[in-house]
Structures are given as C-alpha cells and as structure tokens.
C-alpha cells in the first residue's frame, strides 16, 4: 500500500475513534424541574440569578440554605429583606411576622402557600385560565407595573411559565369556583377562610393584563417591616431573569422589599423534594447517551462493532481505487432578483395598488397573529390588537389606533366601490351569458386603483408595525 492510501485509511480511523469518544460522553439535557438551588445551570436553578444579584444589588445580597424560619431569629438578620423562591411556603407565621414588625420584611415568591399563611394573610395563590390568556406554547403575557415614588408605569412581557399564576384574596367580587382553576387540591378555598389574624392592607404592584381581578405581586407594611407575595418564581431563576427585559421587572419586585440588604434561602429542611420545587436537591438523572445504550445491550453493541467493521474495510478498498476527475459544475444564477424586477414591473403596468395594499396586509396581519396571538382582521377584538400591537412594539396606543381603522375604512371603501360595479355590470343585457370569472374581470378592470400617494401612506403604517415586531 502506498504512503497515500496508508494515510486516507489512518485518517479515516481516527476519525472513527473520535467520534466514538464524543458520543459516549454523557448528553447534556436540561431538567426543567425549578430547583432554585445556587450551583444549578439548569434553566429553573439559580446561578445565573444570584451571580447578577450579587454583582448589581448594590444594598447587599447573600445566599444561605438557613430555613427562613431560623434566619428569622438570628442575630444579624433583624434588618435584612428575606428572599424565598420555590413554588410552596410554609412558614411559623408568629416568628415571621413578629420578624417584619420589628423592622425586617419578607419576599415570598412561590405558586402556593400553606394553609396557615392563607388565612393570615387572607389570601392564595392559584392558576388563572380563561379565554384570552389560556397559556400555549411560545405565548407571552404582558404585565404592568404601575406608576410609584421609584418607577414610572411600564408594560413588561413574561412568557406562559413564568406568568400563570396570580394572588386571590378572600373579599374578590367574582365567583372563584367559576373563573379559577386551582393549583392543587391542597389550595384554600376563600369560603373556607373564616377569621384573620393579621389585618394587612394589600396594595397591588404588578398585575397580568392591566387587570385588577389579576394581581401578581403584592405589598402590605406591617409594623415597621414589610411582606411582598409574588405569584411569579421562576421570575427568579436562569431562565427567569436572562429572557427578555425581566432583570428590570425583577429589580422592581425586590425594591419592594425596601433598601435593607437581601439573604435568599434555597433550602426548607422541613420538606424534602418530592416534585413540589420545594428547595431542596432533585434526584439523579439518567443522562445516558445513545451510544452507551447501544453498548450496554448485547446484540446492540455487536450490530454496532460489525457496523464499524464494515466502514473500515470500505475505507481501506477504496483507498485503493483510483480516483476520478470532478468535473466542475457551474454554479446556478440566482435568479431571484428578476424575478422580483418582473413582478414589480407587471404591477406597475396594471396598477395594481389595490393588490400591493392587501398583500402586504395579509403579511402583517400574519406576523402580528403569530407574535401576539391576536387577530387584528376581526373588527370585535381591536381594542384587545391594540392593547397587545401597543405593549409589543413600544408605540403609542393611539397611533395603532388610526393605523387599523384607516386600513378597515379603506377595505370598507374597495368592497363598496367593487359591489357598485357589480351591480352596473349586471344590468347590462350583455352580461346575462357571463359566468362569474368574467364578471369579477370586468369588475377589476373598471375599478379605479387607489392613488401612489394613499397607496405609500398604508404601506409605511404596515411597515412601522412591522419592523417593531
């Protein structure tokens, strides 16, 4: 064998060998199980969380696995803001509050509360499903923060996850039973609330929609201390504070707390983790890869080794047949840009605005049902596309507004004009042998097409709505 043929069949080995290697490596899947634990990379763990608090948070802030029960009493911590993220609180509600009235406060961000917290604090947390924010896949809520003495009101966008929960409290007007789903058999139903022992006066900081039968986030004083519940803790996690702009929502929520320096505990000793998120460490999981599955079944791993075999000798053969001259292929025109230049030159000569206008509103139309899930042809939802365009894009309500009804006025003015012809054409004797093909030509042929000057005007609007989705 010669020098070259030996080196084709060495290089194609390695190539084998590598290969191999990387594919026994364990895969590298993502849990999506919330941990909120310190060390966890896992989109629901709290690396990426803590590493910006601590280097952002100007105040202080520390991470302990101290329950919240204990840091409540020790010495040290009277003055702190303490953090808890997982997705159920069970707090001693005596030593808690006793903490927050003698000047500490509270962030508790979780999905559900026990029993004991519910009544005292007269509320509960629950999944809110209805027609407009079912959450799907890929689908987004948008919430708002109100005007307050630190930030001026803004509209934030949360993904489904994140944003499906919300805080009931027991004297809201609407039948629960009816509007809510809950969270769990476990959640407290405000009947069921019969005294309370702390009178706090809730003030809603952030709600789902601008809806006040929707509150996310909520603040009381008591004493000299204060209690912040937010329905929202995968708020505070990877995923949570790296998507989107949510760093700023999340600072808002924290500076609920006040400027005292902020200990967030991960870990509640007196629930192990049993798939409620409650803290602690999930157990192992299987990451094994294709590879070491192949390998470990018997008639697998020979079915593999034969397989490598056979590439082997395959390579060492025809390592030895002489090779063949390529020959060159020329590369294809990219006809594309004609294409274009015709289409846009056969417009012109029929002047044809009218279908310029719908085409582009079709494919606006389209962008904006799929970024926000509403559709902006149907005339009974348009304050609800407003709403959404508005809070999507950062422009101003109003001007969304004049957009969509001077495209729905303009629609308004084709159907008309065409239906008008319609009617001409028809009372004509000759068009009595004429099937319907015809009569939708001579209708398009004598409809007067929309000026450049109207035509220029919709197609910047549709523009501006799209270059800002």
Not at 243 to 249: G, I, P, S, V
Not at 421 to 446: F, H
Request: proline residues 4%; hydrophobic residues 35%.
């Amino acid at each position: 064998m010669s020098m070259r043929n030996f080196l084709i069949v060495l290089l194609g080995f390695t190539l084998i060998v590598i290969v191999a290697v990387l594919a026994l490596q364990k895969g590298n899947n993502f849990s999506w199980e919330p941990t909120f634990l310190p060390d966890d990379r896992q989109p629901y763990g709290s690396m990426a969380f803590d590493s910006v608090m601590h280097a952002s948070y100007k105040p202080g802030y520390e991470v302990t696995d101290i329950p919240a029960d204990s840091l409540t009493g020790m010495i040290g911590y009277q003055h702190h803001t303490i953090l808890l993220t997982r997705n159920y609180v069970e707090l001693n509600m005596d030593k808690t509050m006793k903490f927050v009235k003698d000047g500490g406060s509270l962030i508790v961000c979780a999905n559900n509360l026990s029993h004991e917290m519910a009544v005292g604090w007269n509320m509960y947390i629950a999944t809110y499903y209805s027609y407009d924010n079912r959450p799907t896949k890929d689908h987004y809520f948008y919430v708002r923060y109100p005007k307050d003495e630190m930030y001026p009101a803004r509209n934030y966008m949360v993904s489904s996850p994140v944003g499906q929960y919300c805080i009931i409290t027991n004297d809201i007007s609407v039948d629960i039973d009816e509007e809510y789903e809950y969270f769990d058999s476990d959640t407290i139903n405000p009947k069921e609330i019969t005294s309370k022992d702390y009178q706090l006066k809730w003030t809603d900081k952030v709600v789902q929609g601008g809806k006040v039968n929707y509150p996310m986030v909520k603040v009381a004083r008591y004493g000299k201390g204060r209690v912040v519940v937010c329905s929202m803790p995968l708020l505070f996690t990877n995923y949570g504070i790296l998507e989107r702009d949510n760093y700023n929502l999340i600072m808002r929520i924290v500076s609920q707390g006040g400027k005292n320096p902020i200990v967030r505990t991960h870990l509640d000793t007196t629930h192990d983790f049993d798939g409620t998120g409650s803290g602690s460490r999930p157990p192992n999981q299987n990451n094994k890869s294709l590879i070491g599955h192949i390998l470990d079944d018997t008639a697998l791993k020979t079915a593999f080794n034969l397989t490598l075999l056979g590439f082997i000798i395959f390579c060492f053969f025809s390592a030895k047949r002489k090779q063949r001259v390529v020959p060159v292929i020329k590369a294809r025109t990219n006809g594309q840009l004609g294409f274009i230049k015709q289409i846009g030159s056969m417009h012109k000569r029929n002047r044809a605005t009218d279908h310029i206008i719908l085409l582009k509103y079709r494919l606006v139309s389209d962008k904006v049902q799929k970024k926000t899930g509403v559709d902006i042809t149907d005339s009974e939802k348009s304050e609800m596309a407003v709403e959404r365009i508005s809070a999507f894009t950062g422009m101003d309500s109003q001007e969304v507004r004049q957009t969509l009804q001077q495209l729905r006025a303009y629609f308004r003015r084709q159907q008309t004009e065409k239906e008008e012809i319609r009617a001409r054409i028809l009372q004509d004797e000759r068009s009595k042998n004429w099937n319907e093909q015809i009569i939708e030509q001579q209708v398009s042929v004598k409809k007067s097409p929309t000026s450049k000057e109207v035509m220029m005007d919709l197609i910047d609007k549709l523009n501006k709505i799209d270059h800002r989705l």
